[in-house]
């Protein structure tokens, strides 16, 4: 161990006696070639993440208080103003909501299992208002016109619902969620019938259309081709009218969601 150390000693006293016999022009040259690969080597090694980006993406759930917080516990103390410029600098949003899944997203996830119903009615040439009620489903676009009637009541309402879950038969399995407006025709009897089959209502907000965009396009597809073309004259005539454009629509019409095929 003491030779050891005595020769380290001898090596870094031959260095020094090196260094002093050099000229002042070879010490700059390697200063020079120092400092260039240094230059280099900041290049080809990226900057350290900030601790809070990898908290906010490896914990998307994480708001910038919850990271400062966490941040605090492993002994860096970050005030919560400082995460979230940080994470508003990096282009995330320092809100717990930023990567929660968007209506959208939710219904090309689930389509396989969402039904979605809305009401649309058609005024006659006698001036009388008839309801209708559409039901489609989300992923093949098959739509179901379940009836016509002047007076939407809550037995008309759960028949016609009752009428589909039958029609349906085992594919009613299949379904887990019916889109729906917050119109009070569609009753508690309504919704009893399908979370009897196991299917979830899910109530649009108020006022939101695009929330049930499906049923919305298809009732005004349905105005431009068919009711803004021709005029009712009663419940039956619209009724075989309706039939007729569903068997269209279900057998026939293309549609680019499906590869320009028709829904069955």
């Not at 109530?203 to 009732?219: D, L, S, V």
Request: hydrophobic share 45%.
């Amino acid at each position: 161990m003491a030779l050891r150390l005595l020769y380290l000693i001898f090596v870094r006293l031959a260095g020094w006696l090196v260094l002093l016999g050099r000229s002042q022009r070879s010490k700059d040259a390697e200063i020079l070639v120092l400092r260039h690969q240094l230059a280099v080597l900041r290049r080809q090694v990226a900057r350290p993440r900030p601790l809070a980006l990898r908290l906010a993406r490896e914990n998307p759930l994480w708001g910038y208080r919850r990271i400062a917080g966490e941040l605090a516990t492993l002994g860096y103390q970050v005030g919560a103003s400082t995460v979230w410029l940080l994470l508003k600098k990096a282009g995330i949003d320092p809100t717990p909501r930023r990567t929660g899944p968007t209506w959208n997203e939710f219904l090309r996830a689930q389509a396989e299992g969402i039904l979605a119903c809305d009401f649309f009615h058609c005024d006659t040439v006698l001036f009388k208002r008839l309801y209708c009620l559409v039901v489609m489903e989300i992923s093949t676009r098959r739509v179901h016109i379940l009836g016509v009637t002047e007076h939407p009541t809550a037995p008309w309402v759960a028949r016609q619902a009752r009428n589909l879950v039958i029609e349906l038969g085992d594919r009613a399995e299949g379904f887990r969620f019916l889109i729906r407006d917050r119109d009070t025709k569609f009753t508690a009897r309504f919704d009893e019938v399908f979370t009897a089959a196991g299917i979830r209502i899910l109530k649009m907000p108020p006022q939101a259309p695009r929330a049930n965009a499906f049923a919305e396009r298809w009732i005004g597809g349905l105005r431009r081709e068919l009711l803004d073309r021709i005029l009712i004259v009663n419940a039956c005539h619209l009724q075989r009218v309706l039939a007729i454009y569903e068997t269209h629509f279900n057998e026939h019409r293309p549609h680019r969601s499906l590869g320009q095929a028709a829904p069955l």
